[in-house]
C-alpha cells in the first residue's frame, strides 16, 4: 500500500502566480480531505469529497481556492492568483467509507513570497 | 457544533516517565470516534490510538493508552515509558457519521533525555 501520495513536496512561488497541488489517495478509499495548516490556525479543512463528489467547501478561505476530483484516484487543490497569506502546509487525507480512520499524505510545504 | 480542545500548548518530560495530554470535545452525537494523531518534525501525520464511543474500555496501543470519559466529554492520552522519538505535535481529533474530522490544536511534546 503507497499511502496517500501528495506533489509536489515543497513548492516555492511568487505572489501572483497559480500554484497547484496534487494528491492521490489511497487505492479504493472513497473519501478525500484536503486540510492547511498553519501555527496560527492549526488544522483547518478546505473542502471534503465523497465518490468524487464535493461535500462540504465551506472552508475553502475564498474564490481564489479550487479544487477538483475528476477521478476515484486524483484530486488538485489550486489557488489563483496565489497570496503570501496562503503560505501554509497543505494535507490531503483519504479514508473509506464505513472505516473511521483518516490516513494522511506527506503534505505540501507551500510559500508565496 | 462540534469542537475540540486541547488546552496545553506545549509539554515536557523526561524519557522514561509517564505524561498524559489532554483533550476534550463538546458534541451531542452519541456515536462517534476519537483519535489521537503524532505529527513529528518529519511533519507526517501518524495515527497512534483511536476509541469508539459505544465501547467503554479503554484503548491501549503498547506504550499509549487512553482514558475516555464519555459523560465528561474527555479523552486523554497517556504515554508510558517516554522515548525521544515520541517529541512531536500530538492532535487529537473527532469524528462522527463517517463525516469530517474535527482536531483540536495540538499540544507539543518535548521529551528529554
Known amino acids: 500500500d503507497a499511502g496517500v501520495i501528495q506533489s509536489p513536496r515543497h513548492e516555492v512561488t511568487e505572489m501572483g502566480q497559480e500554484v497547484t497541488l496534487r494528491c492521490k489517495p489511497i487505492?479504493?478509499?472513497?473519501?478525500l480531505f484536503w486540510y492547511r495548516q498553519t501555527m496560527m490556525r492549526g488544522l483547518e479543512l478546505l473542502i471534503y469529497f465523497n465518490n468524487n463528489v464535493p461535500i462540504d467547501d465551506s472552508g475553502m478561505p475564498e474564490d481564489r481556492f479550487s479544487a477538483k476530483m475528476p477521478n476515484a484516484s486524483f484530486s488538485t487543490l489550486k489557488i489563483q492568483p496565489s497570496e503570501p497569506r496562503d503560505s501554509a502546509v497543505y494535507f490531503c487525507?483519504?479514508?473509506?467509507?464505513?472505516?473511521?480512520?483518516?490516513?494522511f499524505g506527506s503534505g505540501t510545504q507551500l510559500s508565496v513570497l | 457544533a462540534q469542537t475540540v480542545t486541547q488546552s496545553q500548548p506545549e509539554m515536557s518530560v523526561q524519557e522514561a516517565e509517564t505524561v498524559t495530554l489532554s483533550c476534550t470535545y463538546d458534541?451531542?452525537?452519541?456515536?462517534?470516534?476519537l483519535f489521537w494523531y503524532k505529527q513529528p518534525p518529519s511533519r507526517q501525520m501518524i495515527l497512534v490510538i483511536r476509541q469508539e464511543a459505544y465501547k467503554q474500555q479503554n484503548a491501549t496501543e503498547n506504550r499509549f493508552s487512553v482514558n475516555f470519559q464519555k459523560a465528561a466529554k474527555s479523552f486523554s492520552l497517556k504515554i508510558s515509558d517516554s522515548q525521544l522519538g515520541d517529541t512531536a505535535m500530538y492532535f487529537c481529533a473527532f469524528r462522527y457519521n463517517f463525516n469530517k474530522f474535527y482536531f483540536g490544536s495540538g499540544t507539543k511534546l518535548n521529551v528529554k533525555p
Open positions: 487505492s479504493g478509499h472513497n473519501s
Open positions: 487525507a483519504s479514508s473509506l467509507e464505513g472505516n473511521e480512520k483518516l490516513f
Open positions: 458534541t451531542s452525537e452519541s456515536n462517534y470516534y
